[in-house]
């Protein structure tokens, strides 16, 4: 596929670009090379379990200054690396734990002083959209849900003919969900904690007849994000199959993603640990990921999942790269100029029904009708050498 050609065949180096990503879980940064005719390359990637979002709901939807000191120590640490690496521009992201924090906004005010980096909060619907972007950037996939599991949400996209139809936005995240159900020396069995989960899943996630399929179009079933791929390392692991992912398309049945799930369902979370397939902070939260992506491949009939090496982070650069370069880049981008120019049919809701429906503007940025917001925001990006902290 033309995104991963070798740099050597391609023209010369234009920048550097690092999407930093904080979501409720962790936070990943994704460093990019990006050559002059738009083509990009993954050169880093780091990942810190910072858990922003740890206890939110206990912790009366509050952030705690303890999990934004987390996060502050790992941004300097990595900002001084950055700069090793000669880095050009910075994009920060903030997902579902500061957006739904009543202190949201108090938050991104204390990491940008601590550490400079000003982060674009996006909406659960803005997440949906870049995480596809992102997800079609390389899988070339017309008709299908996409759904984009993380440690606060779940995002699920209906996309038809390349363009998004619906989205969906659920604070059903894998961290949010083993926080709530999951205890550390325990099995999900004891105590029916299992039944407990299923029931509040299969009552709150979506069933197929919520999307309007073309039953003539066949519609494949996408998974996104860390937990999808780490059940996919499982798998590989115990049906010995290829555990890097392809370029190409690679498929989990569901009886696979079954046998998974009642595996981890078996397993306190100390148990989990022993597995060397599983990372020791992923443990934590596979038992409720795996039981969510198994109840929605239940709800939407589907019995093979897609899985998606890429996502928001490579959602949010190509976002970037279409305005940024020239028309010959953007003739190349045809599922994100389809969505572009048609935005305002999307469909959306979420649990905490926070949007309206959309008033039309001119594209590319549409405005929510009651909050004065464009849908999708214009992401700041900043050049490292600009990113300071704020003096008292």
């Given amino acids: 596929m033309e995104l991963y050609k070798d740099p050597v065949a391609v023209k010369k180096k234009k920048e550097s670009i690092s999407i930093v990503d904080l979501g409720y879980n962790s936070i990943k940064i994704s460093t990019f090379d990006v050559y002059k005719n738009g083509q990009y390359k993954k050169q880093d990637q780091q990942q810190e379990y910072v858990q922003i979002g740890y206890n939110l709901s206990k912790a009366n939807n509050i952030i705690k200054d303890q999990n934004i000191e987390r996060v502050a120590k790992f941004l300097n640490k990595f900002k001084s690396e950055l700069k090793q690496m000669k880095n050009n521009t910075v994009i920060p992201i903030a997902t579902s734990a500061v957006r739904d924090a009543d202190n949201g906004k108090d938050v991104v005010k204390s ?10 909060v996006l909406s659960g619907l803005e997440e949906g959209f870049f995480s596809y972007l992102g997800a079609q950037s390389i899988m070339r996939v017309p008709n299908a849900i996409f759904f984009d599991l993380g440690g606060g949400s779940i995002e699920i996209i209906h996309v038809q003919n390349y363009k998004i139809k619906k989205i969906i936005c659920l604070n059903l995240g894998a961290l949010r969900l083993s926080e709530k159900f999951v205890k550390f020396n325990e099995n999900l069995e004891e105590e029916s904690g299992y039944r407990q ?31 999808v791929r780490t059940i996919h390392k499982f798998i590989a692991g115990i049906f010995q199959r290829p555990p890097s992912l392809p370029r190409n398309h690679i498929a989990m049945t569901k009886k696979m993603m079954d046998v998974s799930n009642d595996i981890f369902k078996r397993l ?15 443990s934590k939260t596979i038992t409720a990921g795996s039981c969510v992506v198994k109840i929605l491949m239940d709800r939407l009939g589907f019995d093979e999942l897609l899985v998606c090496p890429t996502g928001l982070r490579e959602g949010i650069l190509e976002n970037y790269l279409y305005f940024s370069m020239d028309k010959k880049h953007r003739l190349r981008k045809k599922f994100i100029g389809l969505n572009y120019d048609d935005i305002h049919s999307i469909d959306y809701s979420n649990s905490l029904t926070r949007f309206s429906a959309y008033d039309m503007k001119s594209s590319p940025f549409v405005l929510l009708g009651s909050h004065g917001d464009f ?16 003096k008292d």
């Fill in 375 to 390: 849908f999708p925001k214009k992401i700041i990006s900043a050049r490292l050498d600009k990113i300071k902290k704020i």
């Fill in 197 to 227: 989960l299923e029931r509040f899943l299969y009552k709150n996630m979506p069933a197929i007849d919520q999307f309007k399929i073309d039953e003539t179009m066949r519609v494949k079933l996408v998974g996104i994000g860390g937990t």
């Fill in 111 to 120: 990491i940008k002083k601590k550490t400079g980096f000003d982060f674009n």
């Fill in 268 to 282: 306190s979370q100390e148990e989990l640990l022993q597995i060397k397939l599983i990372d020791k902070q992923r």
